[in-house]
């Protein structure tokens, strides 16, 4: 069946680090990839996503691409802030389905 | 505008009691969905509404669990003899429109606690 399977947490930086999050997926065909984010005490926010493959999803200075090749979409940041602690989500969806497919997520630390 | 809101955000339930979940979507967002996340596990679907309709229930775990949207706005997902199991947090989410692609909008959950 379809899933996602994301870097085990947690995950602790110092400020200024380079930071790489795996994400690989198990689909047929051709899902759209999303990177969730969940703040301490906030609801889960899209952070970015990519409908095919080869795309790129960038936001708030994180980024990742949509490998069909590798069937990955790893998360990367060239510098994180204290401010990116949370926990990040990996997650797929069809458009013929409704459900968005999550991984049980990543917690990240960032040290000052 | 405002965004999706969740009421209880806490609710601690005795072993066999029903509880009720409240969900506003965003105004105007015609799809609603319901998941579950246990601790350290990321959410899992439940069930979608488009408007009023229930056209997904596939991920209901059981038939103690029951979810409503009858006029097409708010939301609220039933549990009736709550187990142990059902802790969790419940989230709902909102899209715009009829294509399942778009962004779904979440709220803050409500942490529910079978004692």
């Known amino acids: 069946g379809n899933s996602v399977t994301q870097m085990e947490g947690p995950v602790t930086l110092s400020e200024e680090a380079f930071l790489t999050i795996n994400c690989t997926y198990t689909?047929?065909?051709?899902?759209?990839l999303f990177w969730y984010v969940q703040y301490p005490g906030e609801g889960l926010q899209l952070l970015l996503k990519?409908?095919?493959?080869?795309d790129k999803g960038s936001n708030k200075g994180f980024e990742a691409t949509y490998r069909k090749e590798t069937t990955s979409f790893h998360l990367e940041k060239g510098s994180v802030q204290v401010s990116d602690s949370a926990v990040y989500f990996c997650?797929?969806?069809?458009?013929?389905?409704?459900?968005?497919?999550f991984g049980s997520g990543t917690r990240l630390s960032i040290r000052p | 505008g405002a965004g999706v809101s969740q009421s209880p955000r806490y609710k601690v339930a005795k072993r066999g009691q029903d509880v009720a979940l409240r969900c506003d979507p965003i105004?105007?967002?015609?799809?609603l969905f319901w998941y579950q996340q246990a601790l350290g596990q990321g959410p899992e679907f439940l069930t979608y509404?488009?408007?009023?309709?229930?056209?997904?229930k596939s991920g209901l775990p059981s038939d103690r669990f029951f979810a409503e949207r009858p006029e097409g706005s708010v939301s609220t997902l039933k549990i009736q003899r709550t187990q142990q199991e059902d802790s969790a947090v419940y989230l709902c989410a909102s899209s715009q429109d009829l294509l399942l692609t778009d962004t779904q909008y979440f709220g803050p959950g409500t942490r529910l606690t079978v004692l």
């Open positions: 990519a409908t095919k493959a080869d």
């Open positions: 509404f488009q408007n009023e309709a229930q056209l997904d």
């Open positions: 997650a797929l969806l069809y458009s013929s389905a409704s459900k968005i497919i």
């Open positions: 689909a047929t065909g051709y899902p759209s």
């Open positions: 105004s105007g967002h015609v799809s």
